[in-house]
């Protein structure tokens, strides 16, 4: 029997951007095209026949955002047959994890801005986009329980309170930080130093730590279990 099919395929990128001052944000741009028009979205856009799925999202993201990323995750396909007023359109989605302040932002073919928001203050968004965040942000949250992740974010040397902060962001809710700590320690990726931490009030201050990379992206590859 014949298949009348006349279904497009695209691309969506979920972006995660992370600080210690601002906590977890997502990387949108401002549609400057119909539908939507002046409604945020995901970057991302139509495969080109050429193209395969990671040159797409690497193209789109950079061209509507100026951000460029070495990897990004496949999330999920989104195939809902009323997802895109204009056509049948299938996205393939992607997510990482990345420094806000490591990019300059620069919109352009069918952005007309390109922003950063707080996971907690997101706009109204275009298409099944506000859906597609929220089941990456659930993918985020559960491989923290069996990879480290979010190292790349902090700085050589950090304090073990901006850890502590950049899991809770990522997770939506405090953690106990005693419990955490000897969870994390336990695996060997997490060295403590001799260097102090730099306090600007009054206070004791404690040592910095840093991770060991052979340590860190060998558990990266195994995968690790622990909850926190």
């Given at each position: ?15 995660f951007?992370?600080t ?69 359109v ?12 490591a ?6 073919t ?9 996971i ?53 809710r ?24 730099s ?30």
């Amino acid at each position: 029997m014949a298949v009348n099919q006349k279904i497009k395929l695209a691309v969506d990128a979920v972006v995660f951007g992370y600080t210690s001052k601002d906590g977890l944000s997502i990387l949108l741009i401002k549609r400057n095209i119909a539908p939507f028009k002046d409604t945020w979205a995901l970057p991302g856009g139509l495969v080109k026949n050429e193209e395969s799925l990671e040159e797409a999202i690497q193209r789109e993201l950079q061209e509507e955002t100026g951000v460029g990323i070495n990897y990004l995750e496949q999330l999920y396909s989104f195939g809902d047959p009323a997802r895109d007023p204009r056509n049948r359109v299938v996205s393939i989605a992607y997510y990482g994890l990345v420094k806000p302040n490591a990019f300059q932002l620069h919109a352009s073919t069918d952005a007309s801005d390109a922003a950063w928001f707080n996971i907690k203050k997101m706009p109204v968004l275009a298409f099944d986009h506000k859906e597609i965040i929220e089941r990456a942000l659930k993918r985020l949250q559960a491989k923290m329980s069996y990879e480290p992740i979010g190292f790349e974010l902090l700085d050589q040397r950090f304090p073990f309170s901006e850890l502590e902060k950049l899991y809770s962001a990522v997770l939506g809710r405090p953690i106990d930080r005693r419990n955490f700590k000897k969870k994390i320690t336990k695996f060997g990726f997490l060295e403590e130093t001799s260097e102090k931490q730099s306090l600007e009030s009054a206070g004791r201050p404690g040592n910095l730590f840093c991770f060991n990379e052979e340590k860190y992206f060998e558990l990266k590859r195994s995968g690790i279990n622990f909850e926190i």
